[in-house]
């Protein structure tokens, strides 16, 4: 199994250039989420997904948009990439909700000039 | 306000030495879970733990042990005879309720450094 998966691994932006990231996994989990990491501070939640069809906010959504395409794909849209957005991105899933352990990605690393 | 608090940035230790990672919390919440993840230089975060409110008890895993008080909020975590390869960035996690569901807030983070 290669568990949650991230495509790219590291990505240049200019601003106002738009990209997907993109994220599968093959444990069945119903939940995933993104997060961004920025040096010096923890995770932040952009958006998630409880199970496929399904997307709710997290607590940095402004600026990305989110798709669950089916219940192993769950990726994250950048329409117009700013210099603010500039940091880490991890994937993750789990099997029920937030109680329960995250898998995570490997992470992509966006820069934007 | 409902928060985590990792005070101690960076921790640096010879190897063999005992290590403890602090963890203060507020929640609102009468009963709440809390999380610690591990960091290593690779990049990919790792579960490491997961109690709830309910049981206090101190939790041993080989060398780790975590110590869960209520009284105080802190969710600490301990190495001992630590090892080069602990070497890493230690989270601790609690859920908060968002917007609709609950979602995990996260510590900055204590980086810890095992010199051999």
């Known amino acids: 199994n290669a568990g949650v998966t991230q495509t790219p691994k590291f990505q240049v932006l200019k601003t106002g250039q738009s990209m997907t990231l993109q994220c599968a996994q093959d444990m069945n989990h119903n939940s995933m989420y993104w997060y961004r990491q920025d040096p010096g501070m923890g995770l932040r939640l952009i958006y998630y997904s409880a199970s496929e069809g399904t997307t709710d906010k997290g607590e940095v959504p402004n600026g990305y948009n989110v798709s669950r395409l089916n219940k192993r794909e769950f990726s994250l849209r950048l329409e117009s990439a700013a210099p603010s957005q500039t940091s880490v991105y991890f994937c993750?899933?789990?099997?029920?909700?937030?109680?329960?352990?995250?898998?995570f990605g490997p992470g992509t690393r966006l820069t934007v000039l | 306000a409902q928060k985590v608090t990792q005070a101690q940035t960076e921790i640096s230790v010879v190897e063999k030495e005992d290590v403890t990672l602090d963890c203060v919390y507020e929640t609102r919440d009468t009963t709440y879970y809390l999380f610690w993840y591990k960091q290593p230089p690779s990049g990919e975060l790792v579960f490491l733990i997961r109690r709830n409110s309910f049981d206090e008890q101190n939790e041993i895993s080989g060398r780790y042990s975590w110590n869960f008080q209520k009284s105080t909020s802190s969710f600490n975590f301990t190495i001992t005879a630590s090892q080069v390869v602990d070497s890493a960035v230690y989270f601790c996690a609690l859920p908060v309720l968002g917007v609709s569901n609950y979602q995990l807030i996260w510590g900055a983070g204590t980086k810890l450094i095992i010199k051999p």
């Open positions: 993750a899933s789990s099997e029920g909700d937030t109680y329960n352990e995250q898998f």
